[in-house]
């Protein structure tokens, strides 16, 4: 798919060897990439080259990355999850990958519009999991509810791990927790295999024995 005709004014070169010229701002217009070209979590780069060929395109946790160059021209997919990019004009005929998942531009850049009821009827498993992602686990756990596994208590205050049951998939963990420095609420995803909260909170601190957890100040 194409948004611009394409100038080419380089020889083609590999994926890798773009990557490096591009990572290096000595990326010149006109560049053509036989394959893919992975910029995957590239954080010092706000631009791509005027004319850029390639056949797919992975741009990922590019968060300085807002705008697409002209003259793109990308024959299977753009990765975009992460990046800097929230909105494409009308008719931009890319295909657009999130998380490796095909997604709408309505997945994409209007998560706002989104809401758990829709999410829930969802039948394609993998979009389901890109959705609930978009939305936020905290918006989405106010608008479906859930199955409370355990409860205790912190510095922050009480602290709930709440299930949230699929027919067709693993079922959603969440402890919700609240942050005694700040007193904001965080709602985080665990392993569904959790029982406690204090598992789960070891499991986010990178405990594999909750038994060697104990905090004197959970942050």
């Known amino acids: 798919m194409t948004s611009a005709p394409t100038t080419a004014t380089q020889e083609p070169m590999s994926g890798d060897r773009a990557r490096t010229l591009i990572l290096g701002h000595r990326a010149a217009d006109g560049m053509r990439v036989l394959g893919h070209l992975d910029l995957s979590g590239a954080m010092n780069i706000s631009h791509l080259p005027e004319n850029l060929t390639c056949e ?4 990922s ?3 300085h990355i807002t705008t697409l160059p002209k003259g793109l021209h990308v024959s299977h997919w753009i990765e975009i999850a992460g990046s800097g990019i929230t909105a494409l004009p009308g008719g931009h005929g890319f295909f657009l990958r999130w998380r490796g998942v095909h997604v709408s531009d ?6 706002d519009s989104l809401t758990g009821q829709e999410i829930l009827r969802t039948d394609n498993v993998e979009i389901r999991r890109v959705l609930i992602e978009r939305i936020g686990y905290e918006t989405f756990l106010q608008q479906v509810g859930g199955v409370i596994r355990d409860r205790d208590t912190d510095a922050g205050g009480e602290r709930q791990l709440i299930c949230i049951a699929f027919e067709d998939d693993e079922p959603l963990l969440l402890l919700k927790v609240i942050c005694p420095s700040t007193g904001h609420l965080h709602v985080l995803r665990v392993p569904p295999y959790m029982d406690t909260c204090h598992q789960s909170a070891a499991w986010i601190a990178g405990f594999d024995d909750p038994d060697d957890y104990y905090p004197a ?3």
């Open 56 to 59: 797919s395109l992975d741009i």
């Open 61 to 63: 946790d590019c968060r």
């Open 217 to 219: 100040i959970e942050a």
């Open 106 to 111: 309505r997945h994409a850049f209007a998560s």
